[in-house]
T-cell receptor, first 115, second 115 residues
Framework: AQSVTQLDSQVPVFEEAPVELRCNYSSSVSVYLFWYVQYPNQGLQLLLK??????LVKGINGFEAEFNKSQTSFHLRKPSVHISDTAEYFC?????????????FGAGTTVTVRA | NAGVMQNPRHLVRRRGQEARLRCSPM?????VYWYRQLPEEGLKFMVYLQKENIIDESGMPKERFSAEFPKEGPSILRIQQVVRGDSAAYFCASSPRPTGDYGYTFGSGTRLTVV
């Protein structure tokens, strides 16, 4: 079974500043990794995913994430945030080899962008 | 192509009543997944269904909860005799195939409040 730890529950950031959201996972098997964004009172939207290959993954809205197998991390970054990036961000993992439809989510990181 | 549609968006039930949550998957998707989000927590897997079949209900509470995905019509998550602890956001996701590399599309959720 996998578990996901999002190390920061709240991240305040000024507009146009960079942001990094940290995600660590534990698993005994190979995994798929995902980042989702949830805007207030909405569902989850897929930002990006890592399946295999290049460890740097680019997603929508200028976000990117880097998979580090030795540190079992999948941190999300954006070089310059906008007010509209204010949302909750979830890291998720699934087992690549079996029951891989079942996502395990972190508790989420709330990003608040201020002018 | 409409996304995953969930209704109602908000549902208030008194303790002991029944709650019925509906989910219509994206067009062409025959795999449906239900997740529950408790306050301050990430999403937790509940159940995975295909048309007329429950594939994995390992995340469903043993009592009072049931799910179905009939040949025609939406998937239904049913909670009988609701209690205050059932208050949560319930999200549905769908996919065209049962593999985790897809990265699901989630609906906007049903926010259940038990009073």
């Amino acid at each position: 079974a996998q578990s996901v730890t999002q190390l920061d529950s709240q991240v305040p950031v000024f507009e146009e500043a960079p942001v990094e959201l940290r995600c660590n996972y534990s698993s005994s098997v190979s995994v798929y990794l995902f980042w989702y964004v949830q805007y207030p009172n909405q569902g989850l939207q897929l930002l990006l995913k890592y399946l295999s290959g290049s460890t740097l993954v680019k997603g929508i809205n200028g976000f990117e994430a880097e998979f580090n197998k030795s540190q079992t991390s999948f941190h999300l970054r954006k070089p310059s945030v906008h007010i509209s990036d204010t949302a909750e961000y979830f890291c998720a993992v699934s087992d690549k080899n079996s029951n891989d439809y079942k996502l395990s989510f972190g508790a989420g990181t709330t990003v608040t962008v201020r002018a | 192509n409409a996304g995953v549609m969930q209704n109602p968006r908000h549902l208030v039930r008194r303790r002991g009543q029944e709650a019925r949550l509906r989910c219509s998957p994206m067009k062409g998707h025959s795999h449906v997944y239900w997740y529950r989000q408790l306050p301050e927590e990430g999403l937790k897997f509940m159940v995975y269904l295909q048309k007329e079949n429950i594939i994995d209900e390992s995340g469903m509470p043993k009592e009072r909860f049931s799910a179905e995905f009939p040949k025609e019509g939406p998937s239904i998550l049913r909670i009988q005799q609701v209690v205050r602890g059932d208050s949560a956001a319930y999200f549905c996701a769908s996919s065209p195939r049962p593999t985790g590399d897809y990265g699901y599309t989630f609906g906007s959720g049903t926010r259940l409040t038990v009073v």
